[in-house]
């Protein structure tokens, strides 16, 4: 706070304590039975009004420093929200530190509870997960055992809405474990092509089904990811590639290596999105045109977790599409960099034992 905004907000008292003393001075000045020469009279008021402004300096600087303490939290943004203010000198201010300190109180008993309520509501969806694996697994048992006894297109069909069933349960397990996702991480190097396969196989009743064809194109490619959070992220883009593809489509996997970055790209040949919602495919809860028809019923969290786990694995995604002529879903794995050295992976640097421990290292 400066010290022209402060005296702005006092001009009114300003004003009436030298009205007030000018009227007093020239009162007592007027009154024949007060023998004051007009130099005394000027003498005190200058006085008055010296001891007025020292007054008005001193509560300058006290205010100041107090404003200073809500302007430091106001700085410190949500790193405030444990700061309560300190008790202040007057009541006016001890009003407002009294006021600040009860939100601060209030809304952290608030958080407290909404984190408790969320971190209930976690454990229960967790334990939902946990729990209708059991039948699902005993469900695929079930179907296994009618093999060959039962209608095969039945069969079919009760196993494929059985992996649909599968899929969008993992999509709610791993959207409850977005926040959680630091401590359940293992970065290791993997090669693209394996784990492409593993997610292709678990999908294989749905190519099956639509007669969609698949092809996996380019030379394998070793990055740094976490092999389960990727199988889930690729799941995701196939199993949208295979929503919006007809029967008897291509869905083509593309491997690619650059100066810069490793990709892997998942095209289909299916509708398309329209171009004036491509920007939006990665928000929570988007479905677009293709989400709305009657035939496809999307939730549209598939390319939302998709996105936020590559983002938090270090990669990243990009599409682009054409309405008819299909999407392509590209998957960045950017080069990592380490002492001037770039590249998908790193090696170690070997430590020399021999020269290093008699002479090199005094260099260091």
Not at 152 to 158: I, K, N, S, W
């Amino acid at each position: 706070m400066r010290l022209r905004d402060y005296l702005h907000d006092h001009l009114i008292q300003i004003a009436v304590f030298l009205v007030g003393l000018g009227a007093f001075c020239f009162g007592l000045w007027l009154d024949p039975d007060q023998q004051v020469r007009l130099s005394t009279l000027v003498y005190v008021a200058a006085l008055t009004v010296l001891a007025g402004a020292g007054f008005l300096w001193w509560r300058y600087r006290v205010t100041r420093a107090w404003l200073r303490q809500l302007q430091a939290r106001t700085d410190a943004g949500a790193g405030a929200l444990d700061w309560p203010l300190p008790p202040a000198h007057t009541v006016r201010e001890q009003t407002v530190v009294t006021a600040y300190n009860h939100l601060l109180r209030e809304h952290q008993r608030s958080q407290s509870t909404l984190l408790a309520n969320q971190q209930d509501q976690k454990s229960f969806i967790d334990s939902w997960v946990h729990e209708i694996k059991v039948p699902l697994a005993a469900s695929r048992l079930l179907t296994d055992s009618l093999d060959g006894r039962a209608p095969e297109v039945e069969m079919d069909q009760l196993t494929l809405q059985l992996d649909r069933i599968d899929h969008y349960v993992e999509q709610v397990l791993y959207y409850a474990r977005l926040d959680s996702f630091a401590r359940d991480y293992l970065l290791q190097e993997h090669g693209l092509r394996a784990i492409v396969d593993a997610v292709i196989v678990d999908a294989r009743n749905r190519f099956i089904a639509q007669h969609i064809r698949f092809t996996l194109t380019g030379h394998d490619q070793v990055v740094v990811t976490d092999d389960k959070w990727l199988r889930f992220i690729l799941a995701q883009l196939v199993s949208n590639a295979l929503k919006y593809t007809a029967d008897g489509g291509l869905i083509t996997a593309t491997l690619a290596a650059t100066r810069d970055e490793v990709t892997l790209a998942i095209q289909d040949s299916g509708i398309g999105i329209p171009d004036d919602e491509q920007h939006r495919v990665f928000e929570k809860g988007f479905t677009g045109t293709n989400g709305r028809n009657a035939n496809q019923k999307s939730t549209g969290l598939g390319l939302y977790l998709a996105q936020r786990l590559s983002d938090k694995l270090g990669h990243h995604l990009t599409l682009t599409s054409r309405v008819g002529k299909g999407t392509t879903v590209t998957l960045h794995f950017p080069n990592l960099s380490y002492y001037g050295e770039s590249g998908p992976t790193l090696t170690k640097p070997q430590l020399q034992k021999g020269a290093d421990r008699h002479g090199d290292h005094d260099d260091i």
